[in-house]
């Protein structure tokens, strides 16, 4: 009889053993989808790929010349780069401030990402939802101009950007990011192609993962109210030894998102640029004209 009893004790801890790590497993199902993206920002748009709470991301883009310039000009790389310098911190997994620092208008950027939404692995929460919003001021010497050099209200520009995505599965992931940016004044003396002061456009950014390290990624950004070229790039991600290259191919030389929307475009085998990134942090971009080409490492 005694023994009977043990067995019966024996069998109810196993059962209950058995039905707690059930339950673990369902509320693990409900855990947030990870790495929709590779990093927080996918060739030129930011995405809802969050930072770790009090995690410092240090990033250098630059951008190099026209490849159109051939051998000589090593496709591109003697032309010099415009570089951007960008920190971002996460005071928690919702929120982070950044600020960064382009040389094309000498221009400084202060930015913040807050995190609405997170996708889960159960589909409770279908999508990603992000919300970004920027200021910035041009602080190129204009002592050059005839006229009053423009004052720093003049100088300052904006940007909102409301990012959307979705990881449809291990491979594919998806986003679209309806962006606005706001010139206080369009001077011609900015390095911008644009005139009107509202700039609107719908990015749409994705990725393919072809290996366990490496995806194929497109970025598309239609304007919606102004007559320049559409932006447009392509390229690939690796990931090796904890960072992320991102390579592209991209038809604007600009950084930031005031300048992506107002810059001016090239357009395939016409003006196109070439890009490579990491998730270290060191971005290139490029600059306009035929075909151009840039890295990026974070």
């Given at each position: 009889?005694i023994?009977?009893?043990?067995f019966?004790?024996?069998l109810?801890?196993?059962?209950?053993v058995s039905?707690?790590?059930?339950?673990?497993?369902?509320?693990d199902?409900?855990?947030p989808?990870?790495?929709?993206?590779?990093?927080?920002?996918?060739i030129n748009?930011?995405?809802?790929?969050?930072?770790?709470?009090?995690?410092?991301?240090?990033?250098?883009?630059?951008?190099?010349?026209?490849?159109s310039?051939?051998?000589?000009?090593?496709?591109?790389?003697?032309?010099?780069a415009?570089i951007?310098?960008?920190?971002?911190?996460?005071?928690?997994?919702r929120f982070?401030?950044?600020?960064?620092?382009?040389?094309?208008d000498?221009?400084?950027?202060?930015?913040?990402r807050?995190?609405?939404?997170?996708?889960?692995e159960?589909?409770?929460?279908?999508?990603s939802?992000?919300?970004?919003?920027?200021?910035?001021?041009?602080?190129?010497?204009?002592?050059?101009?005839?006229?009053?050099?423009?004052?720093?209200?003049?100088?300052?520009?904006?940007?909102?950007?409301?990012?959307?995505a979705?990881?449809?599965?291990e491979?594919l992931?998806l986003?679209?990011?309806?962006?606005?940016?706001y010139?206080?004044?369009?001077?011609?003396?900015?390095?911008?192609?644009?005139?009107?002061?509202?700039y609107?456009?719908?990015?749409?950014?994705?990725?393919?993962?072809i290996?366990g390290?490496?995806s194929l990624?497109?970025?598309?950004?239609p304007?919606?109210?102004?007559?320049?070229?559409?932006?447009l790039?392509l390229?690939?991600?690796?990931?090796a030894?904890?960072?992320?290259?991102?390579?592209?191919?991209?038809t604007?030389?600009?950084l930031?998102?005031q300048?992506?929307l107002?810059g001016?475009?090239?357009?395939?085998g016409?003006r196109?640029?070439s890009?490579?990134?990491?998730?270290a942090s060191?971005?290139?971009?490029?600059?306009?004209?035929?075909l151009?080409?840039?890295?990026?490492?974070?």
């Amino acid at each position: 009889m005694i023994r009977l009893f043990l067995f019966t004790l024996a069998l109810l801890a196993v059962q209950g053993v058995s039905q707690a790590q059930l339950e673990r497993k369902l509320a693990d199902a409900d855990r947030p989808t990870e790495l929709t993206f590779h990093a927080p920002r996918h060739i030129n748009l930011l995405t809802v790929e969050p930072l770790d709470k009090k995690v410092l991301h240090f990033a250098i883009m630059h951008t190099f010349g026209p490849v159109s310039g051939g051998l000589r000009n090593l496709y591109g790389l003697d032309n010099g780069a415009n570089i951007q310098f960008s920190f971002e911190y996460a005071f928690d997994e919702r929120f982070s401030l950044g600020a960064s620092r382009s040389g094309r208008d000498k221009f400084y950027n202060l930015f913040g990402r807050y995190h609405l939404l997170k996708q889960t692995e159960s589909g409770s929460v279908p999508l990603s939802v992000s919300l970004m919003g920027a200021a910035g001021v041009n602080t190129s010497d204009y002592a050059f101009l005839q006229e009053a050099a423009p004052d720093f209200a003049e100088r300052s520009s904006f940007a909102g950007q409301l990012m959307l995505a979705r990881k449809f599965s291990e491979k594919l992931s998806l986003q679209v990011s309806p962006m606005a940016a706001y010139f206080t004044e369009t001077l011609p003396a900015f390095l911008i192609e644009g005139e009107q002061q509202l700039y609107l456009a719908l990015g749409f950014s994705g990725k393919y993962k072809i290996t366990g390290k490496s995806s194929l990624t497109v970025q598309w950004i239609p304007n919606l109210n102004s007559d320049l070229q559409n932006n447009l790039g392509l390229g690939i991600d690796l990931e090796a030894g904890g960072h992320v290259f991102q390579l592209y191919f991209v038809t604007s030389q600009n950084l930031n998102e005031q300048y992506l929307l107002a810059g001016g475009n090239g357009a395939p085998g016409k003006r196109f640029a070439s890009d490579s990134t990491s998730t270290a942090s060191l971005l290139p971009a490029v600059t306009r004209g035929p075909l151009q080409m840039g890295a990026q490492v974070r």
